[in-house]
Protein backbone atom coordinates (compact mmCIF):
# COMPACT_ATOMS: atom_id res chain seq x y z
CA UNK A 1 0.00 0.00 0.00
CA UNK A 2 0.97 3.83 -0.74
CA UNK A 3 0.14 6.79 1.51
CA UNK A 4 0.39 10.39 0.92
CA UNK A 5 1.35 12.60 3.40
CA UNK A 6 0.60 16.57 2.47
CA UNK A 7 2.44 19.34 4.88
CA UNK A 8 3.09 22.95 4.83
CA UNK A 9 -0.90 24.44 4.32
CA UNK A 10 -1.90 27.04 6.68
CA UNK A 11 -3.43 30.99 6.60
CA UNK A 12 -1.62 33.26 4.80
CA UNK A 13 -2.30 36.91 3.55
CA UNK A 14 -3.02 38.23 0.17
CA UNK A 15 -0.03 38.11 -1.53
CA UNK A 16 1.75 36.14 0.11
CA UNK A 17 3.49 32.71 -0.35
CA UNK A 18 3.56 29.24 0.89
CA UNK A 19 5.65 25.89 -0.14
CA UNK A 20 3.10 22.20 0.35
CA UNK A 21 5.36 19.20 0.57
CA UNK A 22 4.28 15.72 -0.16
CA UNK A 23 5.95 12.46 0.87
CA UNK A 24 4.65 8.97 -0.82
CA UNK A 25 5.62 6.20 0.99
CA UNK A 26 5.10 2.48 0.50
CA UNK A 27 5.06 0.03 -1.97
CA UNK A 28 6.49 2.17 -5.27
CA UNK A 29 8.42 0.61 -7.69
CA UNK A 30 8.31 4.06 -10.10
CA UNK A 31 6.03 7.24 -9.51
CA UNK A 32 4.47 8.15 -13.61
CA UNK A 33 3.05 11.28 -12.24
CA UNK A 34 2.07 13.43 -8.85
CA UNK A 35 0.13 16.55 -8.80
CA UNK A 36 -1.87 18.85 -6.94
CA UNK A 37 -5.33 19.39 -6.84
CA UNK A 38 -7.91 21.84 -4.44
CA UNK A 39 -10.97 21.64 -3.71
CA UNK A 40 -12.92 24.93 -2.35
CA UNK A 41 -15.89 24.70 -0.49
CA UNK A 42 -18.77 24.23 -2.36
CA UNK A 43 -17.12 23.50 -5.60
CA UNK A 44 -15.54 20.21 -7.70
CA UNK A 45 -12.17 19.09 -7.01
CA UNK A 46 -9.73 20.77 -9.56
CA UNK A 47 -6.04 19.77 -10.59
CA UNK A 48 -3.78 22.62 -9.71
CA UNK A 49 -0.36 21.42 -11.46
CA UNK A 50 1.03 18.04 -12.46
CA UNK A 51 4.36 17.06 -13.56
CA UNK A 52 4.99 13.47 -15.34
CA UNK A 53 8.01 11.93 -15.44
CA UNK A 54 10.02 12.49 -18.21
CA UNK A 55 7.31 14.71 -19.97
CA UNK A 56 7.32 17.99 -17.79
CA UNK A 57 4.60 20.31 -15.88
CA UNK A 58 1.55 21.55 -16.72
CA UNK A 59 -0.59 24.02 -14.46
CA UNK A 60 -4.52 25.25 -14.37
CA UNK A 61 -4.49 28.63 -16.02
CA UNK A 62 -5.49 30.16 -12.90
CA UNK A 63 -2.02 29.86 -11.48
CA UNK A 64 0.48 29.98 -14.18
CA UNK A 65 3.11 32.53 -13.55
CA UNK A 66 2.18 32.15 -9.33
CA UNK A 67 2.82 28.35 -8.30
CA UNK A 68 5.55 26.04 -9.38
CA UNK A 69 5.59 21.95 -9.41
CA UNK A 70 8.81 20.46 -8.55
CA UNK A 71 9.23 16.60 -7.78
CA UNK A 72 12.21 14.96 -5.98
CA UNK A 73 12.99 11.79 -7.24
CA UNK A 74 15.24 10.12 -4.94
CA UNK A 75 12.65 10.64 -2.03
CA UNK A 76 9.58 10.30 -3.89
CA UNK A 77 8.29 13.71 -3.08
CA UNK A 78 6.54 16.72 -4.77
CA UNK A 79 6.27 20.30 -3.79
CA UNK A 80 4.09 22.92 -4.36
CA UNK A 81 5.69 26.90 -4.42
CA UNK A 82 2.77 29.21 -4.51
CA UNK A 83 3.31 32.59 -4.34
CA UNK A 84 1.19 36.16 -5.39
CA UNK A 85 -1.52 34.01 -3.37
CA UNK A 86 -5.32 35.32 -3.71
CA UNK A 87 -8.64 35.03 -1.91
CA UNK A 88 -9.69 32.78 -4.25
CA UNK A 89 -7.13 30.52 -3.78
CA UNK A 90 -8.36 29.32 -0.67
CA UNK A 91 -9.37 25.52 -0.63
CA UNK A 92 -8.04 21.84 0.74
CA UNK A 93 -5.09 21.11 -1.41
CA UNK A 94 -4.90 17.28 -2.46
CA UNK A 95 -1.65 15.44 -3.00
CA UNK A 96 -2.04 13.01 -5.82
CA UNK A 97 0.37 10.72 -7.11
CA UNK A 98 0.11 7.66 -9.92
CA UNK A 99 2.34 4.76 -9.23
CA UNK A 100 3.80 1.53 -10.31
CA UNK A 101 3.76 -1.16 -7.63
CA UNK A 102 6.00 -3.52 -9.29
CA UNK A 103 8.82 -3.86 -12.10
CA UNK A 104 6.85 -5.46 -14.20
CA UNK A 105 3.79 -2.91 -14.27
CA UNK A 106 6.15 -0.35 -14.80
CA UNK A 107 7.72 -2.04 -17.98
CA UNK A 108 4.82 -3.10 -19.64
CA UNK A 109 2.91 0.76 -18.44
CA UNK A 110 -0.05 -1.01 -17.18
CA UNK A 111 -1.91 -1.29 -13.67
CA UNK A 112 -0.91 2.45 -12.67
CA UNK A 113 -2.75 3.29 -9.50
CA UNK A 114 -4.13 6.38 -8.08
CA UNK A 115 -3.43 7.48 -4.96
CA UNK A 116 -4.25 10.69 -2.50
CA UNK A 117 -3.30 12.60 0.50
CA UNK A 118 -5.58 13.40 3.40
CA UNK A 119 -5.85 16.91 2.29
CA UNK A 120 -3.86 19.83 3.75
CA UNK A 121 -5.87 23.38 4.07
CA UNK A 122 -4.69 26.68 2.43
CA UNK A 123 -6.44 29.82 3.62
CA UNK A 124 -5.91 33.23 2.01
CA UNK A 125 -7.62 36.17 4.18
CA UNK A 126 -6.24 39.11 5.78
Known amino acids: QVQLVESGGGLVQPGGSLTLSCAAT????????MGWYRQAPGKQRELVAS???????AYSDSVKGRFSISRDNAKDMVYLQMNNLKPEDTAVFYCNAQIYGTYLDYVEDVNQVTYWGQGTQVTVSS
Open 26 to 33: GKIFSIYA
Open 51 to 57: IVTGSGT
